[in-house]
């Protein structure tokens, strides 16, 4: 509690005042977007007490403040994830400290390997659901209640009423957007071919590493969240050809113009 309160006033001496919208910018995901951020104040990760350091190069490892269609907004331009070697704890706390900075919504993105064979990458998938494969929980440990309860609910982890405004926005815009079951694993590496068949037979429509923690943590706040994964390979397990890293990148900046087509367009509504 003490970091979460130490970081939170670090970044209000920053000029962060009263943020409405919080916004995760996954894999490939953080430039468009933030050019439509007015005024904005941008701050390193690495001057804010208790914050993670990303170690993934394309992670640019920003907090950028500011406003669109009048709302303000506080985004992250880079994630943590699991595999960096960081506790769920950490990787989660910017969320836990948004919420105390006063955010009311949280959008989330990431790039995802697509399981839906009816689907094509480079296509985007608003997120229904969630199967959580990681090996911890960023609730294990001791709980706050002034943060939220000991067994939150999670019959509803992305929130519905967000969704449908969507899925609303996306048909006005002529915009293609599936939805579907994200399965999160820990990385970093991919998926083997009978992997793949698992992660598609327990219910699955994209795989990626990161989102769950992050979207656990908002329900436990009770902060309603969101978020859209870009399909950036196919996960064909009987056409299996290797992945790189580079043309995931490339893909994901491709449907980043939609994207935040989306997320604008949603935050306007709020």
């Known amino acids: ?113 697509n399981l839906n064979l009816s689907w094509k990458k480079g296509e985007m998938m608003l997120i229904d659901d969630h199967i959580n494969l990681q090996p911890d929980n960023p609730l294990r440990g001791e709980n706050f209640e002034v943060l939220g309860p000991r067994f939150p609910d999670m019959s509803q982890p992305y929130n519905r009423e967000l969704n449908e405004h969507l899925i609303s926005i996306a048909s006005a815009l002529k915009i293609n957007l599936n939805i579907g079951v994200y399965v999160a694993v820990i990385g970093p590496n991919l998926e083997t071919r009978a992997e793949y068949r698992f992660l598609k037979r327990i219910g699955a429509d994209a795989v990626g590493m990161s989102t769950v923690p992050e979207v656990i943590v908002a329900n436990h706040m009770g902060l309603p969240c969101c978020a859209i994964s870009v399909l950036t390979d196919d996960c064909d397990p009987d056409n299996l050809k290797p992945t790189d890293i580079t043309e995931i990148i490339e893909i994901a900046e491709k449907a980043e113009a939609q994207l935040t087509m989306l997320y604008v367009e949603l935050i306007s509504r709020l």
Not at 18 to 23: A, C, R, W
Not at 29 to 58: A, K, M, R, W
């Open 1 to 113: 509690m003490n970091q979460l309160t130490e970081a939170a006033n670090f970044i209000k001496r920053q000029g962060v005042i009263n943020p409405e919208v919080g916004i995760i910018l996954g894999t490939g995901l953080g430039n468009l977007f933030v050019q439509q951020i007015e005024d904005p104040v941008v701050i390193d990760y690495s001057s804010i007490p208790h914050f993670p350091v990303s170690t993934v190069e394309f992670h640019k490892g920003k907090l950028i403040f500011g406003s669109i269609h009048g709302r303000k907004v506080l985004a992250m331009q880079g994630r943590f994830h699991y595999y960096e070697g960081f506790t769920m704890e950490q990787i989660t706390l910017p969320i836990r400290v948004m919420k105390i900075l006063g955010i009311a919504h949280l959008l989330i993105s990431n790039a995802a390997g």
